[in-house]
């Protein structure tokens, strides 16, 4: 395997676990999945839908997001969005996150 292949590799594993987080932050207006997945990739958090759609689902199983459909349009769409119980996991993991990202930052500052 090239440097390159187990960059692109590790990268995405770096990448599954902010998944919840990006979707928690941003499920704070309702969105149906396609929205949220354009969204996503628009950002620069790559996600396929065979990841998300599941993903939403587990999260709406254990209570961190509600959801209803809108059958105003032609075609219904389901429209997902932070729980307040998401909300407090949103937060949760926002600090973890930054605490993170602190650790990591000192770990591979440079030494001068």
Known sequence: MSSEELISSQAQELRRGTVVLACLSLLKEPQYGYALLETLN??????????LY????????????????????????????????????????????RDLVASISRLTKEKH
Do not use: I
């Not at 628009?42 to 990841?51: E, F, K, L, Q, W």
């Not at 961190?64 to 996991?89: A, C, H, I, M, Q």
């Open 42 to 51: 628009d950002a620069g958090v790559a996600v396929d839908g065979n990841t």
């Open 54 to 97: 599941p993903l939403l689902r587990r999260l709406e199983k254990q209570g961190l997001l509600t959801s209803e459909w809108n059958t105003d349009e032609s075609r219904p769409r389901k429209f997902y969005r932070v729980s307040p119980e998401g909300s407090l996991v949103r937060a949760g993991l926002v600090r973890e996150w």
